[in-house]
T-cell receptor, first 114, second 114 residues
């Protein structure tokens, strides 16, 4: 069974440019998460989806970040415009939605903003 | 405030030696605790899950303990191998009002030397 798939793995852009990350969760997993991870730190939640509904986006900087999960499967995270401080790894994770459910992470998308 | 603290921040050991990583949490209500292993450039992968009633759980050379009274957990690695070099992240799940959240520690970076 395929795991969580993310693309691109690496992205280098100049500040003020837009960037988008894509995530395909494990089949059947209703819950999808986007996390931001800075070097040497643990993941920080940006947004959580239950099917196509964003149920927790309190930590998403909505002035420049947006996300969508059309049809409750794939998801896209967008940054526009990117700032130097956005350089980080963006991790997508999915879970079956159970209370004790394990998080299954993708490989991450590493963003460098110059 | 819900927090998960890990120690040490980083650790270097020789191949074949044992080590113990610590996780202290102030998370309430407590649902479960997981240890994740994150290889460089990869997403975290679950090693073990500990529920309130469990004291010890093993997964190969990895043994996790949980003391719910003192709110402490440890991850013991026996006979370390070069492939154990990674970050180890402690994650506590909390639930309230039918929703649940994952509280991440900042991780312990382990380096195993030949």
């Amino acid at each position: 069974e395929a795991g969580v798939v993310q693309s691109p793995r690496y992205k280098i852009i100049e500040k003020k440019q837009p960037v988008a990350f894509w995530c395909n969760p494990i089949s059947g997993h209703n819950t999808l998460y986007w996390y931001l991870q800075n070097l040497g730190q643990g993941p920080e939640l940006l947004i959580r989806y239950e099917n196509e509904e964003a149920v927790d986006d309190s930590q998403l900087p909505k002035d420049r970040f947006s996300a969508e999960r059309l049809k409750g499967v794939d998801s896209t995270l967008k940054i526009q415009p990117a700032e130097l401080g956005d350089s980080a790894v963006y991790l997508c994770a999915s879970s079956p939605g159970l209370k004790t459910g394990e998080l299954f992470f993708g490989e991450g998308s590493r963003l460098t903003v110059l | 405030k819900n927090q998960v603290e890990q120690s040490p921040q980083s650790l270097i050991i020789l191949e074949g030696k044992n080590c113990t990583l610590q996780c202290n949490y102030t998370v309430s209500p407590f649902s479960n605790l997981r240890w994740y292993k994150q290889d460089t450039g990869r997403g975290p992968v679950s090693l073990t899950i500990m529920t309130f009633s469990e004291n010890t759980k093993s997964n190969g050379r990895y043994t996790a303990t949980l003391d719910a009274d003192t709110k402490q957990s440890s991850l013991h690695i026996t006979a370390s191998q070069l492939s154990d070099s990674a970050s180890y992240i402690c994650v506590v799940t909390t639930s309230s009002s039918g929703t649940y959240k994952y509280i991440f520690g900042t991780g312990t970076r382990l380096k195993v030397l030949a």
